[in-house]
Nanobody, 132 residues
């Protein structure tokens, strides 16, 4: 069973940075490797719908960002380490949310972002809180 686990959340002040990580496990038993998956970050504020933040293709050649985070967040992946990252700079109070990592079977390059119901594996989330 493939599992993804997020880490790196915390409480910071506006303008500061955080780096989230998401590590995949259980891949060997599945016969697959991390680069068999497109991966993404989503976030959710209590009482609101979950929204896509950023996604990256299986080789890392294609990335997409929500307009609200463009220029501030950078998504990357290290397939050798089975890890996805989200570097978040210039954080704002409206970035406060639970951040989730998701993985789905890879698609052809340039396929674009996919809706959340097309991701197969989800982590438990890591909380990011940005104060004024």
């Amino acid at each position: 069973q493939v599992q993804v686990t997020e880490s790196g959340g915390g409480v910071v002040q506006a303008g500061e940075s955080l780096r989230l990580s998401c590590t995949a496990s259980g891949l060997t038993a599945s016969g697959l490797t991390f680069d068999d998956y497109d991966v993404a970050w989503f976030r959710q504020v209590a009482g609101k719908e979950r929204e896509g933040v950023s996604c990256i293709s299986w080789r890392g050649g294609n990335t997409y960002y929500a307009d609200s985070v463009k220029g501030r967040f950078t998504i990357s992946r290290d397939n050798a380490e089975n890890t996805l990252f989200l570097q978040m700079n210039s954080l704002r109070p409206d970035d406060t949310a639970m951040y989730y990592c998701a993985a789905g079977g890879r698609r052809p390059p340039g396929s674009g972002p996919r809706p959340e119901d097309e991701y197969d594996y989800w982590g438990q989330g890591t909380q990011v809180t940005v104060s004024d």
